[in-house]
């Protein structure tokens, strides 16, 4: 398989498998301080910002996300990456987090940040996470959607920040990731839909057909709770 390059992002969705043996605690004590400075110090320079963010919708199951920049994706395939530990005197037993933890890891390329001359540095409080599996041979339909509609409306938002596109290169832990990601940020209080993620009124032809067809559709709203690194960087 070739090597993937370019700039991107880890994106990490987890939940807590054994809840009775893991507490909520003890899997952010160990994120926190322990697991994201382990990736950021495995090559210095390489990752230099992640930022942890949790599903607001109850009834997600995979309700933790850690998205680290990247520089160069080929990071991924080096050995001071494969060697990043996930072993810990927090677990009990064995030490593995893979015994507690059920991670989805993907690599994906950031192939648009989209925002205007006015946007703030940084992150935003609230990120609508959404990857998208199109219909065979719906890829070119899917970015045009995206570039010819749907980005602009949903900037037009109260409240948005920026929106960044993917491209998903591998997948390294888990299967049947959507190949297309969307984040966009906004300011906190300002979307519709309380915890869920709803469409943006009004509601186009060319976005109900989309959605229908689409293979797959993976769509969250997450609050950022931590930031590590170089904070401000391109997500």
Known sequence: ???VSGPGILFVNSKIKKPDQLSEETFTKWYNDVHVPDVLNARPGEM????????????????????????????????????????????PGSGSSHDFIEFDSRFYKRTKVFETKSTKPGRA?????????????GDEDLD???????????????????????????QAIGTGAPKYLAIHEFEEGTLPGGEKVVAFEPVSEWSERV????????????????SFGEKDSVM
């Open 144 to 170: 045009n959607w995206y570039k010819q509609e749907h980005l602009q409306q949903v900037s037009e938002q109260p409240g948005w920040r920026r929106s960044t596109r993917y491209e998903l290169a591998r």
């Open 48 to 91: 230099r910002a992640a930022w942890r963010y949790e599903c607001i919708d109850p009834e997600r199951e995979a309700k933790y996300l850690a998205i680290y920049t990247m520089e160069d994706l080929a990071f991924g395939a080096s050995e001071e990456f494969k060697n990043i530990p996930l072993h810990h005197s927090l677990f």
């Open 125 to 137: 409080a609230i990120a609508i996470v959404a990857a998208m599996q199109p219909p065979e041979g």
């Open 1 to 3: 398989m070739a090597t």
């Open 211 to 226: 959605m229908k067809e689409a293979k797959a559709i993976d769509a969250g709203k997450f609050k950022l709770v931590a």
